[in-house]
C-alpha cells in the first residue's frame, strides 16, 4: 500500500496530475514510490486544467514508469471510495483483450484515471465508439489512445483467416481491411511475423481513423481541440509503448 497517500481534496490538483515534464517523470522513476500526490484521485478542476496533449503524456509517463520498474503503489481501495460518487477520466483508450497488455497497469493509471475498452484486435466496434462518445463528450476525457501490440492473437488470426465461430470470424473480419492494406513480402500467414506485425500496426491506424470517421461527435472535438486520438503499439517483450506518427 502507499502509506503516504492522501484521499482528503484539500490540494487536488497537483502532482503527476499537473507536472507532465520530465522532471516529474524523472521524480517518480527515481523514487520507485508514490509520493501523497501522485495518487489523489483525478477531480473535475485537474481535468478541466489538463490539455489533450498533456492527457497522452500522462500516458506515456506512465509506460515509462512501468518500464523502469517504477509504477505507483497507492491505495486503491482508498481511491475507489473517493471516485465512487463521481469519474472524471482524462483518458479513453481502446485494446486488445491480450491478457499480458492491460492498460491500467502497462500505462500504469489509477483508479478514476481511464475508460479502457478492450476487445480482441482492439476494434473499434460501435458499442466501443459509442462509449468513447460518452467518455469524451459527456465525461470531458481529452484525449483517445488506440493501443494495438505485438504477437496479437486476432491479427494472426485474420491473417490465416481462421474459422472458429461465427461471432469470431465476424470480429476477425473487422481487421481484413488491414490485412488487405498491408505489403506483403514472404509468407502470407501468421508463421510471417513481419507481416503480422505489419498489418497489427495497420489496423491501428485504421482504427484510429474509424473513430472520427464513424463518429460525428468525435470527430467535431477532435476538430475543436478539445480531444486528440493517437495510435500506440505495445511490445510485450520490452513493456515500451511506443506512439504511431
Do not use: W
Request: proline content about 3%; aromatic content about 4%.
Amino acid at each position: 500500500m502507499c502509506t503516504d497517500c492522501e484521499t482528503t481534496q484539500a490540494n487536488p490538483v497537483f502532482g503527476r496530475r499537473h507536472f507532465f515534464g520530465l522532471a516529474a517523470a524523472a521524480a517518480a522513476l527515481s523514487t520507485g514510490m508514490a509520493r501523497a500526490d501522485d495518487c489523489v484521485f483525478f477531480d473535475t478542476e485537474a481535468l478541466t486544467a489538463t490539455s489533450p496533449d498533456q492527457a497522452i503524456q500522462m500516458l506515456m509517463d506512465g509506460n515509462a514508469r512501468f518500464v523502469a520498474g517504477g509504477s505507483l503503489n497507492c491505495d486503491l481501495v482508498a481511491l475507489g471510495h473517493a471516485t465512487a460518487e463521481k469519474q472524471t477520466p482524462f483518458a479513453c483508450v481502446l485494446a486488445c483483450m491480450d491478457s499480458r497488455s492491460s492498460p491500467e497497469l502497462v500505462l500504469d493509471q489509477q483508479i478514476g484515471d481511464v475508460f479502457v475498452a478492450r476487445v480482441a484486435g482492439n476494434v473499434a466496434t460501435t458499442e466501443v465508439i459509442g462509449s468513447f462518445e460518452y467518455g469524451a463528450a459527456v465525461a470531458g476525457a481529452k484525449a483517445i489512445m488506440v493501443l494495438g501490440h505485438n504477437h496479437c492473437g486476432a491479427v494472426k488470426g485474420a491473417v490465416d483467416k481462421a474459422v472458429v465461430g461465427d461471432a469470431l470470424t465476424t470480429l476477425l473480419n473487422e481487421i481484413e481491411p488491414a490485412v488487405a492494406a498491408t505489403p506483403l513480402t514472404g509468407e502470407r500467414s501468421s508463421h510471417n511475423n513481419e507481416f503480422v506485425e505489419a498489418v497489427a500496426e495497420a489496423n491501428v491506424r485504421m482504427n484510429v481513423a474509424a473513430l472520427t470517421e464513424k463518429s460525428p461527435v468525435l470527430k467535431g472535438l477532435v476538430d475543436s481541440g478539445a480531444l486528440k486520438i493517437v495510435g500506440a503499439l505495445y511490445n510485450l517483450e520490452t513493456g515500451v509503448v511506443t506512439l504511431l506518427s
